[in-house]
Structures are given as C-alpha cells and as structure tokens.
C-alpha cells in the first residue's frame, strides 16, 4: 500500500509525546538509573541536537532500504554500493513513483562464504523499529542439500533429513486506537505505556505445534527476530522436566560438532542451529523467557511457551532418516576456519554502548556510543582491510546490548558481568548467556550481547578472501535502541 504507514498515522515520534512521558509520574520506568536535569514545563523546553535519532523525523517511516544479516558481502546500506564517501546518504526506497522507488541491489558471494542460516530485514535509520514489528524480516539459507560442506549436506549424509525454521517475532499494539470502521490496531509507537499489548509470535503464529517421531532428528533453524526484547529458551515435558537439546551453529557459522545446552539466551539478529530429538512420546513445550533490555530487579517479561512438539511412535515404514542418532559423534565442516589470535592482532577499539537520562532532551532517554550521538556522517572508526581488530565492548549500565557489525563475523574472546540476577529454566541467566556466546571457544558470531554492567572482548578480522572496503555500521540490535542513536558509522579501507 503506497504510504500505509501514513494512512494508518504512523509518524513521526513528536516531541510532545517525548515531554508527555517525562512529566507523567514514575515514568519513564528506568530507575534506579534516575534522572537528571528540571523537568521541561512545555514540549518546547525539550532539547533536539539531532534530528536523525527522532524516529520518523528525517525519514518516513514508509521509507525503506535492506540489509542481508551476516551476509559477507559488499557494503549495502549507503548510496551508492561499497562507496568510501563518508559523507554518502543512506540507500532509501521511497512508496512515490520518483526514481527512488526501486533499487537493484547486486552482490557477489565469495566463494568460501559460510553456507548456513542468515535473514534480511529492513534497515533505513528512524524506521526500523516500527517497521520491524511490522514483520519486515526474512530468512536467507546459504547453500543446500546438494552443497558439499553446506549443514543441510552435512546432516543428510549422517541420516538428519528434515529441519524447521522457526522465527520469534514480537508485535506491539495500541489497544486505544483502531482504523476507523475497523477491526485494525495501530501499531505501538517507540513511547511505551502500560497499556500497549506485546504479543510474541513463531513464524507469525500463536504458540503453533510441531510434529516429530520418537527417536528421529530434526535440524531447527532459529532467528530472533524480535525488535526491542531477547528471548531465553528452554525445553519442557509432560511433567516440567527440562529437556536437553543440541546446537551446532552460531549465526549461520557451523561448529566442528554439536555441543549440549538446557537453555539459551539469543538476542534481536542472532541465529542458532538447534538440534532436537526425543526419546519418548508426547507433548513437549518449547519455553520462550522474554528478556528486556533494562535490568532491574529480575531479568524477564515472563515466560510462556512459543510452541509444542507433539511426539508420536507411529513411525512410517518409509521414514528414511536415521533415528536414535547419537548427536555427540555427528561432525560438521565449520563455517570459519582458523582463529584469530591475540598474536595477529595490530589494532585495538574500545566502544561503551550508554543511556543517558537527561529530562530536557530528546529523544527520552538519550542512546549514545561513546559520548556522542549518531550522525550518519561522522566516521567513529577507521579499520584496514584483513588486518585483525581486538574490540572492547562494554555496557556501563544496567542494559543488555546485542552488539552487531555489518558484513565481517567476529570471534567471542570473553564476557564478564557485574550484574546479571535470575534464571532461563533452571539455568542462572549469567551462566546461559556466557554458555551460548562462548560455547565451543571461540565462537564465530556476528551479533553478540554485552551484558549489563559488563564487558564484551572480540577479534575481528575485515575480509577473508575477498576485503570488502567502504561505509558501513555497527550498532545495537535492540532496534528502537539503534534508531534514537546507538549506532555508529565506520569506514574500512584498503591495506
């Protein structure tokens, strides 16, 4: 629909709602942070130093443009493709009928490019947040059955022939306010209130149910797609009993072997190759802990279950998978070769991802990346091309932040928190995010948390055969985070 989101009156964020939610009592809800600053008296005391981190302000948000998550690929966020133009504008598709509503993206894939799960999803700064509860998301599969070190060619070979994709997906709703003459909500804007309706979906459905065999195998293929929240999983029978399960890639990139969890914690981008296989009948639910950004006093929006497994003994004579496979010895072709090491590091970054709370500012509160806040133009960082980067990410408050950078994995050197209260399942929730970001060590991702209070350390390198060059990004995951200013551009130039 040319310009929906207008038509549904979805705009821009508006100062006076930014000056609403300050001078409503005990909001916005991030004590003990506290705030800082007189309380504006009108919406015009409220301070705007830029534009670009007001969501909707410089852009509409029926404006679009893509990014293909994990991808190793040339860089596609600015105009034109790959440019070095530090000062080039975002690529932005446009609903009118100008030249701008179309445009052709061309890409290349190395040839050792890791074969596995990746997705798509939109990405023009201001409107990703709301256009991402919207569904804007995608799956992208690198190679298939038929290509040799591909996991879909691995696991035949060993007798796992079926695999699931499974997307978690978080919708907001403003109950208050319908399309006249119709059942249709709008959509819940970036100023939360207690009476929004935040429902969690798989693959676009409510608590759907899955069908397996005793005994069988089946690869599933795991996104969070959620937009402002994570999602710790864990697995339960009949009876509450947590049920192991196995994974055997990270972010599309294989593993040597599966390794055993009872819980993980992924967050907004991340993807996990699960493995799942059941020694008994019957009806297995599939728990979703939703973990928000901010920590205070407990880590979770709740838990329920994002869908059931339905067990069965009556086995085809047909079936021609391998049942009762024993995980453990199953052997992948890993997605990254190699390591690298603290030896062929030359370069070192330190990035401290903060939420300010200045009352007179907007947006409310204030997302910045090393005391500044975004410009699309500003280049924070310089990197060469295949020379090895150690960064240090850090959260110096009490905020979960899934770090991502654009087009180049990254290998997981070590976390460190200094506050992290509660449990996925059974498992404390420290120990589940340290377990799924450095289980097997180290682990190959392309988007990672920085825990609250606490310290992300990884190794990078900017190209492997192919050094793709240009303006690029690295930002937080949590996307209303990213749109009102925790990200940054960075530029990677020829050795």
């Keep these: 629909m ?19 939610l300050v001078k409503e009592p005990g909001q916005p809800n991030l004590d003990p942070i506290g705030w800082f600053g007189p309380t504006p008296e009108t919406p015009g005391d409220m301070i705007v130093t830029n534009d670009q981190d007001i969501p909707g302000a410089d852009t509409s948000f029926d404006n679009v443009n893509l990014h293909f998550h994990g991808m190793q690929i040339v860089r596609h ?36 490019h890791p074969q596995g799960t990746f997705f798509w999803h939109i990405h023009r ?10 569904g804007m998301v995608g799956f992208l599969q690198v190679g298939n059955v038929e290509s040799a070190g591909s996991p879909d060619n691995d696991l035949a070979k060993q007798g796992v022939i079926r695999d699931e994709f499974i997307a978690l997906w978080e919708w907001s709703v403003d109950p208050k306010h319908r399309v006249a003459g119709t059942s249709t909500f709008f959509e819940g804007n970036f100023i939360q209130r207690n009476d929004y309706i935040q429902t969690f979906l798989t693959n676009n459905g409510y608590q759907p149910t899955y069908s397996m065999y005793v005994g069988e195998t089946v690869h599933v293929r795991l996104l969070c797609a959620q937009t402002t929240t994570g999602s710790g999983i864990y697995i339960l029978d009949e009876d509450d009993n947590m049920i192991p399960f196995w ?40 728990m979703q802990q ?37 995980i453990s010895t199953l052997k992948f072709t890993p997605g990254m070769s190699g390591n690298i090491t603290e030896e ?38 310089r990197e060469v091309a295949a020379v090895a980067t150690s960064w240090t990410l850090t959260s110096n408050m009490n905020y979960f932040h899934p770090f991502h ?10 976390m460190h928190t200094g506050n992290i209260t509660g449990t996925v399942g059974e498992t404390s929730l420290e120990d589940a995010v340290f377990d ?16 609250p209070f606490g310290m992300t350390v990884i190794r990078q390198r900017f190209g492997e055969s192919v050094a793709w060059t240009g303006k690029t990004v690295f930002h937080c995951h949590f996307l209303d985070h990213e749109d009102q200013g925790m990200i940054a551009a960075m530029m990677i130039v020829g050795a």
């Design 436 to 451: 799924t970001n450095l289980n097997p060590h180290p682990m190959w991702r392309d988007t990672v948390f920085i825990p």
């Design 344 to 381: 062929d590091v030359i370069n070192q970054n330190s990035i401290n991802f903060e939420v300010q709370s200045i009352k007179m500012k907007a947006p409310v509160p204030q997302f910045i990346i090393n005391g500044v806040e975004f410009d699309s133009s500003r280049i924070v960082e």
């Design 405 to 414: 950078i654009h087009v180049n994995p990254f290998q997981v050197i070590m």
């Design 290 to 326: 939703i973990l928000n950004d901010m920590q205070v006093g407990g880590n979770s929006g709740g838990d329920a279950p994002l869908g059931f497994i339905e067990v069965s003994n009556d086995i085809p004579v047909d079936y021609k998978g391998i049942l009762n496979i024993d």
């Design 77 to 112: 966020l600015f105009y034109p493709q790959g440019t070095n133009n530090a000062s080039a504008p975002w690529i932005t598709l446009t609903p009118d009928n100008s030249e701008s509503r179309c445009f052709c993206y061309v890409f290349e894939i190395p040839f050792d």
């Design 2 to 20: 040319t310009d929906g989101m207008e038509k549904l009156k979805q705009h821009e964020t508006s100062i006076a709602e930014y000056w609403e």
């Design 125 to 134: 700064h201001g409107s990703v947040a709301m256009q991402a509860w919207q």
């Design 247 to 286: 994974v055997f890639a990270s972010d599309g990139i294989s593993y040597s072997h599966a390794v055993q969890h009872e819980s993980i914690l992924i967050g907004p981008g991340q993807r996990e190759g699960v493995l799942l296989q059941f020694s008994k009948a019957g009806k297995y639910s599939i």
